[in-house]
């Protein structure tokens, strides 16, 4: 029912888009005979061209796993406490962007800096099409400002990476072969009393094949921990597979690789101008505030159309 859903969604857009076209004609002409003013077909003009954008934009938004839920983990780059405060900025903008949209959001993971700030935190954010919304987050994000752990007051520049991939739901089965993963336990950091310090219920999931490690502290029960983590654990397989289909992979690891200078997909500058300028799509902004506050959509369309129009193009 929610294929047909999203099918019947398609057909009835297209429709719309149809009889928009058909009433912006008849206008032409009767603006042609003087009777209907050439500012009304201006405005129906642009109606219809907003349509066709929001329509040519949820085709973005419909590559396989873009429907789902994403996991968004944040780890501060070289460079102390600056980073680790430039990480939680993110977990904040980020956080923020999601609230705007509707999203429910749960913090699976929190190391926090020594100082302030965030070593990593991993995100849920759940709600449909996150991931397809956040894939192009992936890489590192640079900060240019004159730092608040300065005396001096110089400008530094931080670096953070963002790595964002869907949550796999019960309709996607992978399998994961025992001999493959190990486990480790842990005491939770952070506030929650005597059983945080007492209790190893965090835990740590390594898959042996690929490198990958899970770490989870979400709750206090050590199997509703370990649960969650074989779930991000098969999510990332999930991913992984995603992008081999898309031929990709290697272009987002390349992006990952290094958190420093020459690495960064998005570059936000607060001194001494403000401005935040995607690397890639090109699309800037001096409101260096709102996108802070999670006004981030634009970064999003213009990444998402930029990648669309490339893949047009392979098809052509």
């Known amino acids: ?58 085709n973005m938004l419909s590559e396989e796993g873009d429907v789902l839920s994403a996991v968004l983990q944040i780890t501060a780059g070289a460079g102390g406490t600056e980073s680790c405060d430039w990480a939680q900025m993110l977990m904040r903008m980020y956080l923020m962007w999601s609230e705007k949209k509707g999203y429910k959001v749960r913090e699976l993971n929190h190391q926090p800096g020594d100082v302030a700030g965030v070593k990593t935190v991993t995100i849920e954010i759940e709600g ?22 300065d005396s001096n007051a110089k400008r530094h520049t931080s670096f953070a990476s963002v790595y964002v991939y869907p949550l796999v739901d019960e309709s996607i089965e992978i399998i994961v072969n025992p001999a493959d993963i190990s486990w480790e336990t842990m005491r939770a950091s952070g506030a929650g009393g005597q059983n945080v310090n007492k209790v190893e219920t965090a835990v740590r999931l390594r898959h ?37 289909k898309m031929a990709a992979r290697d272009a987002i690891e390349a992006g990952k690789k290094k958190i420093e200078w020459g690495s960064q997909i998005r570059n936000y500058v607060m001194h001494p101008y403000k401005l935040v300028k995607d690397v890639r799509s090109q699309a800037e902004t001096a409101d260096v505030e709102g996108v802070m506050n999670g006004e981030i959509d634009a970064f999003l369309k213009s990444y998402l159309m930029l990648m669309g129009q490339k893949n047009e193009h392979k098809n052509l």
């Not at 989870?216 to 081999?244: C, G, H, V």
């Open 1 to 58: 029912m929610k294929t047909l859903r999203s099918i019947q969604k398609w057909i009835n857009d297209f429709e719309n888009l149809v009889a928009l076209m058909d009433d912006l004609e008849v206008l032409i002409e009767f603006q042609k005979a003087g009777e209907v003013a050439e500012d009304e077909v201006d405005h129906h003009y642009q109606v219809i061209e907003q349509h066709f954008e929001d329509l040519e934009f949820k």
């Open 128 to 149: 449909d099409f996150a991931f397809g919304w956040l894939k192009g987050e992936n890489g590192v994000h640079r900060l240019v400002r004159i730092s608040p752990f």
């Open 208 to 244: 042996h094949p690929t490198g990958i490690i899970i770490e989870n502290s979400e709750t206090r029960s050590q199997l509703d921990n370990k649960n969650k983590a074989m779930q991000l654990l098969k999510s990332q397989l999930y991913e992984i597979e995603l992008q081999k």
